[in-house]
């Protein structure tokens, strides 16, 4: 198993100081493309990258503009600069676009099934038809007060979504913890539903429990963070494990637009983490 890290001033401090820090690739951007093809630059002076290029304008499955789910020039020269060993994208799908379903965001319908699993299928063979490389599909987290569809984080969903369109699967751990969080139901258990058969990286960062409920904050790792992961680890090996804290504002804007100062590129938080999950798998 490789260690990748979420790239970030705090991280290139510490390979400047620490050549030899136990991680193998950079995992980049950490803010929107193309502002953020810097970060590849700087990156690839260090490590290997890892290209994530989940959003809109480059790769968002389920975009209401067709033009906006897969940016095929973007990612091809992306790709070229990085040679990743897969291309990563969110299995997600907002409220807006879907907007003749919104009544049913909250809830298990046949209508948005039907709907979201087509287009994302559509989706899906168009940019397998056009790379060589394989996909992976991310789980993406559910807030019971979000602008996300609900059909998304189910479990079988994605399960049935990475068996139809052939995709291994990442499991964002923090994801994950608030999905189960806001779907009432225990996390051990929703991990198990989950196409972890299929896994080929796992996503970790820390969580955070807002008055409106669990989020992912991405900031430093709870104990709980890591005995999922090895909860996970004692049965299925992946690819890579990546440690997405840093590269982010040392704030929290919630969804009324509160703004809440929390750390997130402290050096020594993320040097602990390098190796201590590095211990895990070696």
């Given at each position: 198993?490789k ?7 705090a ?8 050549p030899?820090?136990?991680?193998d690739?950079i995992?980049?951007?950490?803010m929107?493309?193309p502002?953020?093809l ?5 990156g690839?002076?260090?490590r290997k990258?890892l290209p ?5 304008g480059v790769l ?5 503009d ?8 973007l990612i091809t020269?992306?790709i070229?600069h990085?040679n ?13 676009y879907f907007?003749?379903?919104?009544q ?6 046949p209508?948005?099934e039907?709907e979201?699993?087509?287009r994302?299928?559509?989706t ?6 056009k ?7 991310e ?6 007060w ?14 049935w979504?990475?068996q139809?369109?052939?995709c ?5 751990i ?5 999905s189960?969080?806001h779907?009432h ?5 929703y991990?198990?539903q989950l ?8 996503h970790?960062a820390?969580t ?8 992912d904050?991405?900031?430093?790792l709870?104990?709980e ?11 299925y090996?992946?690819e890579?494990?990546?440690l997405?804290?840093?590269g982010?504002a040392?704030?929290i804007?919630?969804h009324?637009g509160?703004r ?11 040097r602990t983490m390098?190796?201590?999950v ?5």
């Open positions: 198993m260690i990748a890290v979420n790239f970030s001033e991280l290139l401090d510490l390979l400047n100081q620490e030899e820090l136990p991680i690739y995992k980049a951007p950490t929107s493309l502002g953020s810097i970060q590849f630059r700087k690839i002076l260090h990258l994530h290029l989940a959003q809109p968002s499955l389920n975009h209401l067709p033009n906006q789910r897969f940016n095929q020039d020269e992306i070229c990085t990743p060993p897969y291309l990563s994208t969110h299995l997600e799908a907002k409220a807006e907007p003749e379903l919104i049913y965001q909250h809830m298990p319908h209508l948005v039907t979201v699993s087509v994302t299928l559509e899906l063979q168009l940019i397998k038809s790379l060589s490389l394989p996909i992976v599909l789980n993406f987290p559910y807030y019971a979000g602008i996300h569809y609900r059909i998304v984080s189910e479990p079988d969903f994605i399960s979504v990475c139809n369109s052939d291994d699967f990442l499991l964002d923090a994801h994950a913890r608030c189960a969080w779907l139901v225990n996390i051990v258990d991990l198990k196409p972890l058969n299929r896994l080929r990286e796992i970790l820390g955070w429990l807002r008055p409106e409920g669990l989020v904050a991405h900031t430093v709870e104990e963070d890591y005995e999922l992961l090895s909860f996970v680890l004692e049965q090996e992946p890579i494990i990546t997405e804290y840093g982010m040392n704030e804007v919630d009324k509160k809440y100062p929390i750390d997130r590129n402290n050096p020594e938080e993320l390098i190796y201590r590095s211990q895990m798998i070696h």
